[in-house]
């Protein structure tokens, strides 16, 4: 139930005005006083409380954008958890398979690296499955020096053929090897190798510069400075 201010300042009024006696106008008078005062004061109280409501109607409203803020920022944070989590397994694989690099070396070590950059070989027009080793003994130093064993991975297709140099880390050395190693298998198959390919899951970054400067395609994981 509202107070009605009108109806009691005219009760009041009318009070003060019929006041037989100078006691009973006094006390009328301070009536109106008392109500003016409880007028003032519950004005004001309302206008606080209406001003306090838009308050606190701002603040929720701050409130539940910073809600829609905070849960925008968790979506985004869950989503880099998930790529985090993909690229610790990728790592942890990787990690893995260079462990298992570091214990099967020969065959068993070139086919995997092959296996690893099969995209990027396939791109180059190799198919990792059919590279074949070639071996030779170079026994009267024909090609090389007498003695020397050549290693070097050979892929033959379509009348084209590939030489490949495979390592888990590739130097300055291996560059220049296999670099020399290709010249004599040319000589010894009678025909000039289209493409020189080495691959590598680590070469040193003179060693990228130097197979370039022989026409080498290096295929490489990382670059060690």
Do not use: C
């Not at 829609?68 to 985090?84: D, M, P």
């Amino acid at each position: 139930m509202s107070l009605d201010w009108g109806r009691l300042e005219e009760v009041v009024e009318r009070a003060v005005r019929r006041a037989r006696s100078e006691e009973l106008r006094e006390v009328a008078e301070a009536v109106k006083t008392l109500a003016d005062y409880m007028k003032t004061g519950f004005q004001e109280t309302n206008k606080r409380i209406e001003e306090l409501a838009k308050t606190v109607a701002e603040h929720s409203e701050k409130l539940e954008k910073l809600a829609k803020a905070v849960e925008e920022q968790g979506r985004i944070l869950a989503e880099h958890g998930r790529r985090l989590d993909e690229l610790t397994k990728a790592v942890a694989e990787l990690k893995v398979a260079m462990g298992s690099l570091g214990r099967r070396w020969g065959r068993d070590l070139e086919r995997t690296v092959l296996e690893i950059y099969r995209d990027a070989l396939e791109g180059r027009g190799v198919e990792p499955g059919r590279v074949e080793k070639f071996v030779y003994t170079d026994v009267d130093g024909r090609y090389l020096k007498p003695g020397a064993r050549i290693e070097i991975d050979v892929y033959i297709h379509d009348g084209k053929t590939y030489l490949l140099e495979v390592k888990s880390h590739a130097e300055l050395e291996d560059v220049e090897w296999f670099a020399e190693k290709a010249g004599a298998v040319e000589r010894i198959l009678g025909r000039k190798a289209d493409r020189l390919i080495i691959v590598a899951v680590n070469i040193d970054k003179e060693a990228l510069e130097r197979a370039a400067q022989l026409g080498i395609d290096a295929v490489y994981g990382a670059v060690i400075e």
